[in-house]
């Protein structure tokens, strides 16, 4: 689990500050899996296993 952190954080300083464009790279090297419920609830499971819920409402994502 120490090692998934070290590289989950490592990524996320190569890319510094504000991520302002969609980068594939950094996705795939920090989200393990995403699922959507029924009522549009999207889960964000990180590689080191922080999750994060959130709902889109219009053009913004809301954490819940």
């Known amino acids: 689990k120490r ?7 490592f990524d996320l300083k190569r890319w510094g500050g504000i991520i302002e464009a969609f980068d594939d790279e950094l996705w795939y090297s920090t989200v393990d899996i995403v699922t959507m419920d029924s009522a549009g609830n999207f889960t964000f499971l990180f590689k080191n296993s922080m999750k994060i819920n959130v709902n889109m409402i219009g053009d913004q994502w809301i954490k819940i």
């Open 3 to 9: 090692e998934s952190m070290a590289r989950f954080l």
